[in-house]
């Protein structure tokens, strides 16, 4: 799918259809579908908001780790987005994070129509420990994910270069991330033609 199709179906109708708060909760799989996922405030909302051209598709929160179930948006009848709840957050309970990840890992594992993981990383930190975390479980599910990072507005052209040679060095480190980095930033709208393009083609797969 070129760049003009792909701007055409994120243009397009983008409903929220389904929120799920536990593994037995969970749509029908009937779309392919791209999940986004990373550490809480790491952009995800607005990210998401950005691709599909609305202000409140997904909410942005001041406050992380808010969303706490996957909430699932049909593209157009083409491609089904689900967002996760963000991961990581320090001040969330033990027993809390630890439901969220039982969560997100049995949607992982579970969910046959699922084309790819979008793993967004914060510009302005690199890789975390936790985002580390989160690949490691992405490998030993056999989940593809794509390291996308968010927020590159906030950083100068040098500290971009470094922050996007860093995560690929490590996305080498693990065999389930796909070869390449896309960075973007949901205020200036930059990089998201390129994603979309990228989340577009899986679609028509």
């Not at 994070?97 to 997100?104: D, G, H, K, T, Y």
Request: aromatic fraction near 6%; include cysteine.
């Amino acid at each position: 799918m070129n760049g003009g199709d792909a701007r055409k179906l994120f243009a397009g109708p983008c409903d929220f259809v389904w929120g799920a708060a536990s593994p037995d909760d969970l749509p029908p799989p009937k779309l392919p579908e791209i999940a986004f996922v990373g550490r809480s405030n790491v952009g995800k909302s607005s990210l998401l908001n950005a691709l599909t051209g609305r202000k409140a598709l997904a909410r942005v929160s001041n406050t992380p780790g808010r969303t706490r179930q996957i909430n699932f948006f049909d593209l157009g009848g083409r491609l089904m987005l689900a967002d996760l709840p963000g991961y990581g957050y320090a001040r969330a309970s033990k027993s809390l994070a630890e439901e969220w990840r039982a969560l997100i890992f049995a949607y992982l594992r579970g969910r046959p129509n699922l084309k790819r993981v979008i793993l967004l990383i914060d510009a302005r930190r690199g890789t975390m420990d936790v985002d580390r975390e989160a690949m490691r479980q992405l490998d030993l599910a056999a989940v593809s994910y794509l390291l996308v990072l968010t927020k590159i507005d906030q950083l100068k052209p040098a500290a971009l270069a470094k922050t996007r040679d860093d995560v690929d060095a490590e996305a080498r480190r693990h065999g389930a991330a796909f070869p390449e980095i896309f960075a973007t930033s949901a205020l200036e709208s930059a990089g998201l033609d390129a994603l979309k393009t990228h989340l577009a083609a899986l679609a028509a797969s």
